[in-house]
């Protein structure tokens, strides 16, 4: 057994001589000792004579530098290109552009938000009556097509972005027809919706082919609108006053010529309260 005496290393034996070589090593740990000492003394005077960002006076306290007296450091590169960052913005307050009104829609609360995008694009959306509640709910986009505008997909993949972008899922989709309208023809099917729990079987559309427009939405009601319905609503869409110089002038100016006969006379629009 090997024990430790005063500082040196004896093996336990019956001469109680020292252990050959110990005190070489006694030695050598005394210099490992000092050398240890030494870098430690060295890596402490170093660090405090660093100046580090974020730390206050040398009393012994640290304080974090408040975030508003950083500066943003310049991004030449970032600064010299031509486009604008590729997001869309609420347009606060819109003057709305389009009108619907109808029997079914005059006494429902209604709702108008617009919104913009920096490559172009514009969709305003017009809804009316509440969609947990069990009547009519209406949601109607009609998007003026940017260079932001999304590559060509299938119904399905359009109504679930979409319908995702309004916080709407899709639990249900049916089979797909098609309806005449005075924008050209109309995309319409059945669809199963879900919004915060609340799960309603409605009718969803669109139309791709409006020379650079979409106009698409979905009507939910306690009874199946049917096409025609959907036909005859998208029938008393109209421009309102704000719009009289706007592209959209033009291109309502031409589907007026194809109104349905059986969806009758349209009435003056009352555009829903901008947001």
């Known amino acids: 057994m090997t024990f430790t ?6 093996e336990n034996s019956r001469s109680g001589e020292p252990e050959p070589g110990g005190r070489a090593r006694r030695q050598r740990r ?12 060295t890596l402490v005077a170093g660090i405090a004579a660093l100046k580090v960002p ?4 040398g009393n012994g306290d640290a304080f974090l530098t408040p975030p508003e007296t950083y500066v943003a450091r310049p991004t030449p590169a970032i600064d010299a290109l031509d486009d604008k960052p590729a997001i869309w913005t609420t347009i606060p307050a819109a003057e709305p552009l389009y009108g619907l009104r109808t029997r079914e829609l005059i006494d429902l609360p209604a709702r108008y938000v617009a919104r913009e995008h920096a490559l172009g694009g514009r969709e ?8 947990h509640d069990e009547g009519l709910h209406l949601r109607l986009s009609i998007y003026r097509l940017g260079r932001e505008a ?7 993949v359009d109504l679930a972005r979409r319908s995702a972008e309004a916080g709407v899922g899709i639990t249900g989709m049916g089979r797909l027809t098609m309806e005449d309208t005075k924008f050209g023809p109309a995309e319409i099917t059945d669809v199963r919706l879900n919004h915060e729990g609340t799960e309603r079987v409605c009718q969803a559309f669109r139309q791709t082919d409006v020379a650079g427009w979409q106009i698409s939405g979905w009507f939910c009601d306690s009874t199946p609108v049917e096409p025609l319905e959907i036909a005859c609503f998208l029938d008393h869409l109209a421009v309102t006053e704000a719009a009289r110089e706007t592209p959209a002038a033009a291109l309502f100016a031409a589907a007026n010529e194809r109104r349905r006969p059986e969806c009758g006379g ?4 009352v555009p829903p309260k901008g947001e």
């Open 266 to 269: 349209v009435p003056q629009p």
């Open 150 to 156: 999304p590559p060509a997909s299938t119904f399905f």
């Open 54 to 57: 974020g730390i206050g006076p």
């Open 30 to 41: 005394k210099r490992v000792s000092v050398v240890s000492l030494v870098l430690t003394v």
């Open 124 to 131: 305003d959306v017009l809804a009316f009556g509440d969609y």
């Open 5 to 10: 005496a005063s500082g040196n290393i004896y």
